[in-house]
């Protein structure tokens, strides 16, 4: 049987698009280097051109580390991304009361939000372990 994937090349391209900022890289699991890359704006805009050829091996990567289920990492991503500061991504897994919080403060002052970029990857994968 072939494992379904759970993050999606193209989905890497779009988010490597505001890669100096590493967004790409905080999607397919590697939080310290996104940070660095947030930091420095992709390594001075080296680092975000090199990542143009290293997102296929990281999907790879990303799919065998996350497990696949019930809830999408991409839609999950792009709610983070774009409506995170509003708790978008937060709804999506049901977390309603801290989406709530999300929504008034403003993604918790931007450091949940920073919290979010770090761990949704493993959020979503035991929410679909569990079923």
Not at 31 to 42: A, K, R, Y
Not at 62 to 88: E, H, K, M, Q, S
């Amino acid at each position: 049987m072939i494992k379904k994937g759970t993050h999606s090349v193209s989905m890497g391209y779009i988010l490597w698009i505001f890669g100096f900022l590493g967004v790409h890289r905080f999607y397919y699991g590697k939080p310290v280097t996104g940070t660095i890359w947030f930091c420095t704006l992709g390594l001075l805009g080296i680092g975000w051109i090199i990542d143009l050829f290293l997102i296929p091996g990281m999907d790879r990567e990303a799919d065998l580390r996350f497990t696949p289920g019930l809830l999408d990492y991409n839609a999950a991503w792009l709610l983070l991304v774009f409506l995170g500061i509003f708790g978008g991504h937060r709804m999506y897994m049901g977390k309603w009361l801290t989406a709530i919080l999300w929504f008034c403060t403003g993604g918790l002052f931007l450091l949940g939000y920073l919290y979010d970029l770090w761990t949704l990857n493993t959020q979503l994968t035991e929410i679909n372990q569990q079923g």
